[in-house]
T-cell receptor, first 113, second 116 residues
């Protein structure tokens, strides 16, 4: 089944404790992206990657890191999480040149206390 | 001012009603206009997309783009309880060379409930 998977689905952590949210897709898509979704603010793009080793900032990159060493994986790293990073996170992928058609993962709900 | 504005609702309609969802935008570089649907506790999924101006129809759904007014709409005819979801407009810009930066901008989402 073609899909985007994210792990973990739920995470509660404390301020300052480094964490990684993994994202993997099995559709051989070149493009991958991370979003956060907050009430009243909609989906905001954190980082995106047009291909392996090519990443760029979205609208809200502060406090996040990404890497794209393999085509299928695009982990999101929070080096020192803070409470304002409590949010619902989505990973997405799309074929090159069809960025309008994003395939989203199921989401990761992160709470930072 | 946000690049994309969408009335968050919530919007509640009876089954069979015509629903109109709208977004306005300010960035003239936007060329692709999308509507995503998001069910509760799920990731968004693409419903329709339009390139540049005009209308596009798919079953009960019609997407309209008016670039002169920087305004897009999604119409749902004969709405069903299964249409109850959050609807997100999204936009994608292209550069002078005709390629996309890959940076999507979403509206805040409109929560729609269709009651039987």
């Amino acid at each position: 089944e073609a899909q985007v998977t994210q792990n973990p689905r739920y995470l509660i952590t404390v301020t300052g404790k480094k964490l990684t949210v993994t994202c993997s897709q099995n559709m051989n898509h070149e493009y991958m992206s991370w979003y956060r979704q907050d009430p009243g603010l909609g989906l905001r793009q954190i980082y995106y990657s047009m291909n392996v080793e090519v990443t760029d900032k979205g609208d809200v990159p502060e406090g996040y890191k990404v890497s794209r060493k393999e085509k299928r994986n695009f982990p999101l790293i929070l080096e020192s999480p803070s409470p304002n990073q409590t949010s619902l996170y989505f990973c997405a992928s799309s074929p090159s040149g069809q960025f309008y058609e994003q395939y989203f993962g199921p989401g990761t709900r992160l709470t930072v206390t | 001012q946000k690049e994309v504005e969408q009335d968050p609702g919530p919007l509640s309609v009876p089954e069979g009603a015509i629903v109109s969802l709208n977004c306005t935008y300010s960035n003239s570089a936007f060329q692709y206009f999308m509507w995503y649907r998001q069910y509760s506790r799920k990731g968004p999924e693409l419903l329709m997309y339009t390139y540049s101006s005009g209308n596009k129809e798919d079953g009960r759904f019609t997407a309209q783009v008016d670039k002169s007014s920087k305004y897009i709409s999604l119409f749902i005819r004969d709405s069903q309880p299964s249409d109850s979801a959050t609807y997100l407009c999204a936009m994608l810009g292209i550069n002078a060379g005709g390629t996309s930066y890959g940076k999507l901008t979403f509206g805040q989402g409109t929560i729609l409930t269709v009651h039987p």
